[in-house]
Nanobody, 125 residues
């Protein structure tokens, strides 16, 4: 089992940047594929980005490609989401998630086993 704690959310102006971080407990972090999701009020939870166990593969949702970058540091048990060129439509609660399954269907929220509590990102226009 793993516990996930997100940090780094906040209020930023449109066009600005934020870096989210997710800290994981335990000593088996490298056994998990990691993902970031977001949920805006009244909307479904949406896939943002995923990264394979050792960082060799990444995958992004269409709405964030070219603007967001996911990375991980297995030595520190952390995964980060660098968000640039933020838009008002990026406003949401952002969640870190971990899955024991491999890379297949990495964007499927149903295939993730553990979730953090979320961190709010608000982009003002």
């Amino acid at each position: 089992q793993v516990q996930l704690v997100e940090s780094g959310g906040g209020l930023v102006q449109s066009g600005g940047s934020l870096r989210l971080s997710c800290a994981a407990s335990g000593n088996t972090f490298s056994s998990y594929t990691m993902g970031w999701f977001r949920q805006a009020p009244g909307k479904e939870r949406e896939f943002v980005a995923g990264i394979s166990r050792f960082g060799g593969m990444t995958y992004y949702g269409d709405s964030v490609k070219g603007r967001f970058t996911i990375s991980r540091d297995n030595a520190k048990n952390t995964v980060a989401l660098q968000m640039n060129s933020l838009k008002s439509e990026d406003t949401a609660v952002y969640y870190c998630a971990a899955r024991t399954k491999g890379w297949t269907r990495v964007s499927s929220k149903e295939d993730y086993d553990y979730w953090g509590q979320g961190t709010q990102v608000t982009v003002s226009s």
